[in-house]
């Protein structure tokens, strides 16, 4: 099992891809990550979420379809993955997204996704009846995860940090 450190994960980001596609790797929290291409035309910022690109090149690009497969939260430092870069992506474990410009509040519990317009999340609409659950994740593309909180049980300045546990991550073992 591979660990990186918080200092690895800041500092990885390059336009050689170094490492293999794919790699798999874990931080002192548990939490997982891999390391994928960002293949879109815009950069993907710290807590932006990705999606799915490429099931066989490891590619994602930035999340801007609320239904497509999930592909990581870019969590592990301030600088961004460039077009046509490699980084550390977090599939799996606690992460923290933005919330989306101009969406619901978030509490904690609420099932999220990412949005349709800046790889933000958002809150699940009640009309989306999908079970989610860590078994039936290729099933189900509307919820990344939950909530949760720490200091204040909800969320609602659009781009404020959305606490969240990740379960629904297209690359999740």
Known sequence: MKYVTAGDLKKAYSSDQGIPLGQVAYDEYGRKYRWLK??????????????????????????TTANAPFGGVRVSGADSVAQNYYGWFQVAGYATGLLKNG???????????????DGAVEAVPVDVTATVNEANVEAVTDAIGFAFAYGTATVTSAGADVNMHIFNSAWGD
């Open 38 to 63: 960002n293949a879109g035309a815009t950069a993907i910022a710290a807590k932006q979420t990705a999606e799915v690109s490429s099931w066989t090149a490891y590619e994602v690009t930035i999340g």
């Open 103 to 117: 969406g619901n509040s978030i509490s904690a519990g609420c099932r999220i996704r990412q949005s349709s317009e």
